[in-house]
């Protein structure tokens, strides 16, 4: 006896709900030629605020929509919705039905909608089972207007899961269950793992007191949304940290529009100075686009800071491990249409090796391309050492008269990568030369520097 993973289906894998795609399938065809009165108002409330009383018994008397209706009738528009909704899927929430289908858990879609409406998204999305509404249907293949069994919503979906439990020999306490509503509290509260899903408000507030994990499969795994606004906890940073909000530096960034507004992309710069952070957030603000910014484990083992970094976005590199599995959730990110940005020098170069013009990094950027086939962005940080020198425990947050420039070049895509297994050393050539051409010239110029600037280049000098 084994659990099951079971999952909502409105506003937990997908944004919104399926309402308006169903109903545009149907208006389309022709299946359905009148709307119910109010439905685009109520559409548009349960996905602004997640499910609510009025929206249900909307749901409720749908089948009044279909009384008289052959029970094939429905089918073409089902199947033209069921490519509309796919298209919508959050992939984190593809990449979690994969990983529970792996570890041997039957998947199961637990709706509210009718069942002859969703089935072939089910079928689309390989989901095992599928728990929902059914209409009843006439001796001669009609509906009539009522239901076949209960209504699949609050209790009702709970006792309709248990059923399914008994017949197919499942363990609700070795379960998993996914939802975003308050009226699924019967559901989550009787399986032995539940998550509320870009939850309504009043389930945040109730998930948040029984400390069950709050998640959000439009992000990758971990990062934070805040409750309730659904903001991603790092738009809040940016928007918190204007340029003015460092009156100890001064920000010149340019070639943002290099960087592409949607889809994955691979952002990679060199490292100067712990300043660099500012300075790269300086330069993802005008993109309106959030990233995953992979940084040492190091970081992520400092109490408070290490969670705050993971709830920002971060994805902590474990160096004694070979870095494997930061590089596979850089890839899940990438695959699920984000924006990561890495630093391929690892570290900060120090003393005399910090002034070479010749960058050189590591292979994860070119690899993360050869999987993804993702754009790789350059970009070039110059004069972050002048407010933050390695040799500098803290910033020098007290030069405010004359505060130093940070320079940010944004590149266009690199071009001329192979992709290749094998070529992941020449292509990371061609990488740090494109994030060298982003910096001044100066940065190019071979020469011996003095003993001053290596000591700022050195640290605990």
């Known amino acids: 006896m084994g659990g099951a993973a079971i999952f909502d289906l409105d506003r937990t894998l997908l944004q919104g709900g399926t309402g308006p ?32 009383l009025p929206s249900i018994i909307l749901a409720r008397q749908a089948t009044l929509v279909a009384r008289g209706r052959d029970g094939a009738s429905f089918d073409e528009a ?14 984190f929430a593809l990449t979690l039905i994969e990983q529970h289908k792996a570890a041997g858990r039957p998947v199961v879609l637990a709706t509210t909608t009718p069942y002859h409406l969703i089935r072939p998204l089910a079928e689309r999305l390989g989901i095992d089972h599928v728990i929902a509404t059914r209409y009843n249907l006439t001796e001669d293949g009609r509906f009539d207007g009522s239901l076949a069994g209960r209504f699949v919503w609050s209790r009702g979906k709970l006792a309709a899961v248990r059923e399914w439990a008994t017949e197919n020999d499942i363990d609700l306490e070795d379960s998993f269950a996914y939802s975003d509503s308050i009226y699924d509290l019967p559901l989550l509260s009787a399986v032995g793992h539940p998550s509320a899903v870009n939850p309504d408000p009043r389930l945040s507030v109730y998930a948040v007191a029984r400390g ?39 920000f010149d960034v340019g070639g943002t529009q290099n960087i592409p507004r949607t889809g994955p992309a691979i952002l990679v710069g060199n490292h100067r100075s712990y300043f660099d952070i500012p300075a790269m957030i300086q330069m993802m603000r005008p993109t309106g686009r959030t990233g995953r910014i992979l940084a040492k484990k190091e970081l992520f083992d400092v109490p408070v800071v290490g969670a705050l970094a993971t709830a920002l976005g971060g994805i902590a590199v474990d160096r004694t491990k070979g870095g494997t599995e930061s590089f596979e959730q850089a890839v899940l990110a990438l695959e699920g249409g984000e924006m990561v940005c890495l630093l391929p020098q690892g570290t900060i170069p120090r003393g005399r090796a910090f002034y070479d013009p010749v960058l050189k990094g590591r292979t994860g950027a070119a690899r993360l391309a050869a999987i993804t086939g993702a754009p790789v962005i350059p970009f070039g940080v110059w004069g972050s050492e ?13 030069n405010l008269t004359d505060p130093p420039t940070v320079r940010v070049r944004v590149g266009p895509a690199v071009e001329g990568l192979t992709l290749g297994p094998r070529s992941a050393a020449a292509d990371t050539r061609r990488i740090m030369a494109a994030i060298v051409d982003c910096l001044p010239p100066e940065a190019r110029e071979e020469r011996e520097p003095t003993e001053d600037e290596i000591r700022l280049a050195t640290p605990g000098r």
């Open 386 to 398: 002048h407010v933050w020198p390695r040799s500098s425990p803290v910033p020098r947050v007290l």
């Open 21 to 52: 795609l169903l109903s545009r399938a149907m208006y389309d065809l022709g299946v359905v030629t009148r709307k119910l009165p109010g439905e685009k108002y109520l559409y548009g409330l349960f996905d602004t605020l997640g499910e609510n």
């Open 212 to 250: 069950w994990p709050i998640v959000h499969f439009d992000v990758s795994p971990g990062v934070l949304k805040v409750p309730v606004i659904g903001v991603e906890l790092q738009r809040l940073l940016f928007l918190s940290m204007p340029s003015f909000a460092t009156p100890y530096a001064r």
């Open 78 to 91: 089902a199947l033209q919705a069921a490519e509309a909704i796919a298209a919508v899927i959050h992939p």
